[in-house]
């Protein structure tokens, strides 16, 4: 015969704690954190392109007198310097085509001086035909195609362009303009979700694999 164990006052069931509310932003976060996700994905090549090609275009004045060294430069320094007319007549000489649009004399003792062609055959129409006359001897020393009032020669104007468009034309400046545009997206998900983590001070020291990774991506951005 069993005897039904008694129930005393200490044994008496307690209710179960409430769950604890659920915050309003929980719904959001995985939306904010695909969307930021993905931005990034679309976003990426072009941070990289304009960050690298930037970088380029800083050196590019240096490199382009390396380069064009032998155009740039004459091969003798003399005694004095011709006409500026005879220069440019030396240039038609060499390249009758096209229609004298500027000239730039000789800078400095060792430089040669530029004259500008427009409308040359064979040139972007965006661009003039720079032809380099030593200053001294009247000897045309090249011609490059130049591009812009800062005198960009082919070396600059690559990495300029290759910067604004990625030298794919229309669809490439679209894609710079577009990815330019999503980069508040990309901003602004990423402070909201590092605000929402509440680890602005925790150190991710002791943390490993794909949480570290998280946490430097938050802290560094």
Known sequence: MSIAPSTTKDEVPQPAAPAPARSRWAPLRPLVLRLHFYAGVFVAPFLLVAAVTGFLYAGAFQAEKI??????????????????????????KAHPEGTVSAIRPSPAADATTRVLLSGVKGVDPNHTLAVFVDPYTGKVRGALEQYGSTGALPLRTWIDEFHRDLHLG???????????????V????????????????????????RRRTLGLHGSVG
């Open 67 to 92: 380069v064009y060294r032998h155009e740039m430069t004459v091969a003798a320094v003399g005694d004095s310097k011709l006409p500026i007319s005879d220069q440019v007549d030396a240039a038609r």
């Open 170 to 184: 229309e669809n490439g400046r679209l894609y710079s303009e577009f990815a330019a545009s999503w980069l508040w």
């Open 186 to 209: 990309i901003a602004g998900g990423g402070i909201v979700l590092w605000f929402s983590r509440r680890r602005a001070l925790r150190k991710v020291r002791g943390t490993s694999g």
